[in-house]
């Protein structure tokens, strides 16, 4: 694996809408992104990944683009993107945007020409098939947002397009290669201007399994998981190659993908030396109990399925490439209320969460609020919500038999919402997120969990995170945590996850991932403690006890 510039940092996912809002409208923007570059920088964070910030009518926040060359007036001006792109640089910072090309919003103008002319050189950019009314669908399968991926072009009685997402995200045809080539421009563009990156959204769904056709039903609906058209399709790999080599590879840009369901034996392709991407989300932490009945049935994450999805996925990585590693991200509930039992959920725990991922082989990505420990939110009707992906899971919940109450309960598990409640920046109204009303209710628990509260003090998540920063990116054992060769250790042993890093140091990282003290016999003498969340400081002994949720980084002797 060759060494890349990157490898030593750390990226930070900034969700614009709800960051900082520096204009009252109680929606993040860009300049107060701007505003907060320092703070990120003394957190020790060098790679930023900015969720969408395109025009849009935000009917998936910012996943659905109606204007790839410019930036929606809620978040900003173009003016204020080229500041932050400044800004970052006079910083050595490194500014990534979200490349959201299997689709686009209903609203943009190749949409809407394909409605004006179906047969016309637009119609050709999205899929398009004739239907009347009582006919069979093309296909059964379910979009990712519930109910079937095609609906009525509009004002077209005998026609219908293909959307895996929401109706408002028409899918773009990959297969026409007029529309690869406006792609490669746009990003183009974007990469001359002097942004560093991508992170790349949904990519693997661009290669559509043709001709469509039916999967046996899953549900009650009638319909199949689109999960089938992905295991399916076949040729991804030619539209990724293109795409890097035609954009990203000239620009030498640092890109990742968002890739669920990616063939064993592709991952050299994907993300080894010249791979389509720099690096890659698989998922594996994320899609543990997934049900086929849906989100409402997933049951909570056990301490020995964590383990084994996380090294599992970094042994399929071992001497291919860098992962990306993340306890939770946009799309997804708070990391420590996700795998952490409610019950259990107390600092010392969520730090040990941290640890635990952060030093694993590939690049750790933050997601805004989860360096000061920020926690699923709790809302008392669906009316609260706004994401559409839960709304529909709430539906399904309900089609399910659940009650309104059990289905709340459900979906208050696994909502996206849970991530995107605003920034906790203090214990001020609306916790220092707006002065207005903000576009999403701020998390309750603002008074207790602020950076404010947390920032000056040492024992704090916050300081924590910014420990483990310093220590993976800038210290004597750099080397071995970035590049040292990851072996599980004792993984057989239930609530224990611990793995060695050896490079130029032996490094072992062990958590107690569990409420209960246990006893353990370490490989090696202790040479030191780098980081603990308990406070211990030396270990003489090869036998030790951990306590409940003890987390340690120590360097062994050779
Ligand atoms: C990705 C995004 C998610 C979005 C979807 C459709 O999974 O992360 O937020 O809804 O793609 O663009």
Not at 195 to 215: T, V
Request: glycine letters at 6%; hydrophobic letters at 35%.
């Amino acid at each position: 694996m060759k060494k890349k510039w990157w490898h030593n940092k750390t990226a930070y996912q900034i969700y614009p809408k709800s960051f900082l809002d520096t204009d009252g409208d109680g929606i993040g923007d860009l300049k107060g992104v701007i505003k907060k570059l320092d703070y990120l920088k003394n957190l020790g964070i060098d790679i930023i990944w900015l969720s969408p910030i395109y025009c849009s009518p935000l009917a998936d926040q910012g996943y659905d683009i109606s204007d790839y060359y410019n930036i929606d007036p809620r978040f900003g001006t173009m003016e204020d993107m080229d500041t932050l792109l400044a800004e970052a640089k006079k910083r050595d910072m490194h500014i990534l945007m979200d490349l959201v090309v299997n689709h686009c919003s209903d609203e943009h103008e190749w949409f809407k020409k394909a409605c004006e002319d179906p047969d016309g050189p637009y119609g050709k950019f999205f899929y398009i098939e004739d239907y009347k009314d009582g006919d069979k669908l093309p296909c059964n399968w379910r979009s990712y947002f519930g109910g079937p991926v095609w609906e009525k072009l509009p004002g077209h009685d005998d026609k219908i397009y293909f959307h895996a997402f929401h109706k408002k995200q028409p899918d773009l045809n990959w297969e026409n290669p007029l529309l690869r080539k406006e792609v490669y421009k746009m990003i183009n563009w974007w990469l001359d201007k002097g942004l560093d990156g991508f992170r790349i959204d949904a990519i693997i769904n661009i290669k559509k399994l043709l001709p469509f056709r039916d999967f046996p039903a899953d549900r009650e609906d009638g319909l199949s998981s689109i999960i089938n058209m992905i295991e399916n399709a076949e040729g991804v790999g030619f539209f990724l190659n293109e795409m890097a080599e035609e954009t990203f590879r000239k620009h030498n840009a640092f890109t990742v993908g968002e890739v669920f369901n990616a063939k064993e034996e592709e991952l050299p392709l994907f993300i080894g030396d010249n791979g389509y991407f720099s690096s890659m989300f698989d998922f594996e932490e994320a899609i543990i109990n997934a049900s086929q009945k849906g989100g409402f049935n997933a049951k909570d994450v056990t301490a020995e399925q964590y383990k084994e999805a996380i090294f599992r996925s970094h042994s399929r990585m071992e001497n291919i490439g860098f992962l990306s590693n993340i306890i939770e991200n946009h799309d997804e509930p708070r990391g420590v209320s996700h795998f952490i039992p409610e019950k259990d959920l107390t600092e010392t725990a969520k730090k040990m969460l941290a640890g635990i991922y952060y030093f694993m082989p590939g690049l750790p990505f933050i997601y805004q609020g989860q360096e000061i420990g920020m926690e699923n939110v709790r809302f008392d009707s669906i009316d609260e919500y706004d994401d559409i992906a839960t709304i529909d899971e709430y539906k399904v919940a309900l089609s399910a038999g659940l009650s309104e109450k059990e289905a709340l309960d459900a979906i208050s598990k696994i909502s996206r919402d849970n991530a995107r409640t605003p920034y906790q920046w203090d214990d001020t109204k609306n916790a220092g997120f707006t002065t207005g009303k903000p576009w999403l209710s701020v998390n309750k628990n603002y008074c207790k969990i602020n950076l404010a509260s947390q920032i000056t003090d040492p024992n704090s998540v916050f300081s924590f995170y910014k420990k483990m920063i310093s220590v993976r990116d800038n210290s004597s054992y750099s080397d071995t945590l970035v590049y040292g060769k990851f072996t599980p250790y004792m993984k057989e042993v239930k609530n224990l996850l611990a793995y060695t890093r050896e490079g130029d140091k032996k490094l072992l990282i062990i958590a107690n991932f569990g409420n209960e003290k246990q006893t353990i016999t370490l490989p090696k003498k202790v040479a030191s403690v780098i980081i603990s969340n308990t406070g211990r400081d030396a270990i003489t002994d090869t036998n030790i006890e951990l306590l409940g949720y003890e987390f340690l980084l120590c360097e062994l002797y050779m």
